[in-house]
Nanobody
Framework: QVRLVESGGGLVQPGGSLRLSCVAS????????ITWYRQVPGKSREWVAM???????NYADSVKGRFTISRDDVRNTVYLQMDNLKPEDTAVYYC?????????WGQGTQVTVSS
């Protein structure tokens, strides 16, 4: 069983920055691939970014050049650095872990971009 806890969300003005964290426990962190998703009410979850066990990363076109995903295998944490935030980035952000064929979700953290 893998437990994921997200943090770092909040209210920020357009153009501002936030850094989200996803801390994993219950498994060898280096075995996990991690993705970030986001969801707004009434819409399905949208894939945002991913990082593999070998630290290969990829991004949705909507965030490419503004968001950076990274991992710290010592702290069992994946980060999502979000810069130049836009109102359309407002959502609940979730991290998802992949361990073989198993997947695990965190509880989410709210990000609100508004002036």
């Amino acid at each position: 069983q893998v437990r994921l806890v997200e943090s770092g969300g909040g209210l920020v003005q357009p153009g501002g920055s936030l850094r989200l964290s996803c801390v994993a426990s219950g498994s060898s962190f280096s075995d996990l691939a991690i993705t970030w998703y986001r969801q707004v009410p009434g819409k399905s979850r949208e894939w945002v970014a991913m990082i593999t066990r070998g630290a290969y990363s990829n991004y949705a076109d909507s965030v490419k050049g503004r968001f950076t995903i990274s991992r710290d295998d010592v702290r069992n944490t994946v980060y999502l650095q979000m810069d130049n935030l836009k109102p359309e980035d407002t959502a609940v952000y979730y991290c998802k872990a992949y361990l073989g064929t198993l997947t695990y979700w965190g509880q989410g953290t709210q990000v609100t971009v508004s002036s």
